[in-house]
């Protein structure tokens, strides 16, 4: 009797204790520029998250000006946006992200915000440069940028392309804890990040503050999360074709408190993690019922086509905007005359 008390008591703790799977959300390490060179050689794009954008730029544009429509998850390709009362042109060409090499990992992500030196509160939004697809096709990138059809190894792929460390995380019910790796320069502002659900929907996860020096986690454990199974609300939800919930990554703020100092910022990210309760066990079903009815499929189509549509608006405004930027650093010197 009391041995089988044992056994139970040990399969109702590794009930509990294997609900919860852990995930790298973004691993900006993947993220280094790798093709596309400028012309002092040097890399400016990431060959595994390049978009091409040039399929929703309209049929106004020459053929050579839409294979340059292309962008990615370079890491000095994220936007950094300011609150509307701070974001005058100084601290706006002040504030970017760049490659910053780290001897304990590789290239991270550095970011630097010029903050006002007035005395009042603000905040700065660290975002990627468009939102992270999440249902993108697994495929393969040329040298030069150019997305490849998907092939028939790429369509039977369980991922997609922004999965496994490029910003999305599929099958995700709870969040149970939420992790950023960030190196500190002992500023007193606060760190949160933001989530984008299944929905649209943005939460905005205050993770802590950056005063501390050299590389530390912070770390934001979920108070709603209930560990026990026996104290959880249990329900039953139809089990197709509702879509697998997912959950994708919408950047950092950056929160700087009026009482603190103004001017620049500087810090530095490795990555985030995400530590889930998964929203569906996956079995070995008698009949497939994607296979049969593809519901599910039309609709990451379209919301992937939607997604696209979103994205490429943005990147087309910001190429045109691009070629009407003025080239010259200086007057041409007048001719003397006689």
Same mark, same amino acid.
């Given at each position: ?13 590794? /009930? ?15 993220? /280094? ?41 370079? #890491? ?5 946006? #300011? ?16 490659? /910053? ?59 997609? +392309? ?16 939420? /992790? ?54 249990? +329900? ?12 994708? @990554? ?14 620049? @910022? ?25 296979? #049969? ?26 190429? #045109? ?18």
């Amino acid at each position: 009797m009391k041995r089988m008390f044992i056994l139970v008591a040990i399969a109702l703790f590794a /009930a509990g204790s294997l609900f919860a799977e852990e995930a790298v959300l973004i691993d900006f390490t993947k993220l /280094a520029a790798d093709i596309i060179p400028n012309q002092d050689n040097v890399p400016t794009q990431n060959r595994a998250t390049m978009m091409d954008f040039s399929n929703v730029a309209g049929g106004s544009f020459t053929t050579e000006q839409k294979k340059v429509m292309k962008t990615s998850l370079a #890491l000095a390709n994220w936007d950094v946006v #300011l609150a509307s009362s701070s974001r005058t042109v100084t601290n706006q060409a002040k504030s970017y992200t760049q490659e /910053a090499p780290s001897k304990q990992f590789g290239k991270v992500l550095g970011v630097r915000v010029h903050f006002p030196v007035e005395p009042f509160n603000s905040w700065a939004r660290i975002q990627p440069p468009f939102e992270i697809p999440a249902f993108e096709a697994m495929t393969k990138v040329a040298d030069d940028g150019t997305i490849q059809a998907p092939t028939a190894e790429d369509k039977a792929s369980k991922f997609t +392309r922004f999965e496994n460390g490029y910003g999305v995380v599929k099958n995700v019910g709870v969040i149970k804890s939420l /992790a950023v790796n960030v190196y500190g320069l002992n500023f007193p502002h606060g760190l949160s990040a933001v989530l984008i659900d299944a929905d649209g929907n943005e939460n905005v996860v205050f993770m802590g503050y950056l005063k501390f020096d050299g590389w530390g986690e912070l770390r934001w454990d979920n108070p709603q999360y209930v560990e026990n199974v026996r104290n959880r609300e249990l +329900r039953l939800y139809p089990l197709y074709p509702k879509s697998t919930p997912f959950v994708k @990554f919408g950047g950092f703020l950056i929160q700087r408190d009026a009482a603190a100092e103004g001017g620049d @910022f500087v810090a530095y990210f490795k990555d985030v993690k995400v530590i889930y309760d998964k929203a569906v066990i996956e079995t070995d079903r008698d009949i497939d019922d994607e296979g #049969l009815w593809n519901i599910i499929q039309d609709r990451e189509t379209a919301r992937k086509n939607a997604e696209m549509s979103r994205f490429g608006q943005q990147q087309v405004l910001r190429y #045109l905007e691009a070629q009407k930027k003025a080239t010259e650093s200086g007057f041409t010197p007048s001719t003397e005359t006689k």
